[in-house]
Nanobody, 118 residues
Framework: QVQLVESGGGLVQPGGSLRLSCAAS????????MGWYRQAPGKQRELVAT???????KYADSVKGRFTISRDNSKNTVYLQMNSLKPEDTANYYCNALAQYGTFSEYWGQGTQVTVSS
C-alpha cells in the first residue's frame, strides 16, 4: 500500500521558517511528479508547489521567492522549505504524488499542520 508521510509542521512566528518533508513508500518515486498543496479552514485546497522527476518546478504566485520545493530520489522524499512565513500561510499542508506516465495514478498524504502566529 502506497504511503506518503508528511512531517515538519508546527507553530512558527511570522517571518520564520519551516521545512516540510514527505517520505513516500511502495511507489515508483521517479515516475511521479511530487507536490505540496494546502488547505486553510473554510477554503479550498490549493496548489503550493510541484516538482517533476526531472526537477522542473512550479510554484503558486503567493509563495514564489519564499518557498522552495526539492526532492531526493535516492530517499523517495520531497521537501518544502518555507521562509518568510506569513499568517496567511497557515493551513494543513498535504503531500501529493501524481503519475507522469501511463494510467492515471494519484496519492495523498494525511497532511501536516502549519500555523504562523505571534
Amino acid at each position: 500500500q502506497v504511503q506518503l508521510v508528511e512531517s515538519g509542521g508546527g507553530l512558527v512566528q511570522p517571518g520564520g521558517s519551516l521545512r516540510l518533508s514527505c517520505a513516500a513508500s511502495k511507489i515508483a518515486f521517479t515516475t511521479y511528479t511530487m507536490g505540496w498543496y494546502r488547505q486553510a479552514p473554510g477554503k479550498q485546497r490549493e496548489l503550493v508547489a510541484t516538482i517533476t522527476s526531472g526537477h522542473f518546478k512550479k510554484y503558486a504566485d503567493s509563495v514564489k521567492g519564499r518557498f522552495t520545493i526539492s526532492r531526493d530520489n535516492s530517499k523517495n522524499t520531497v521537501y518544502l522549505q518555507m521562509n518568510s512565513l506569513k499568517p496567511e500561510d497557515t493551513a494543513n499542508y498535504y503531500c501529493n504524488a501524481l503519475a507522469q506516465y501511463g494510467t492515471f495514478s494519484e496519492y495523498w498524504g494525511q497532511g501536516t499542520q502549519v500555523t504562523v502566529s505571534s
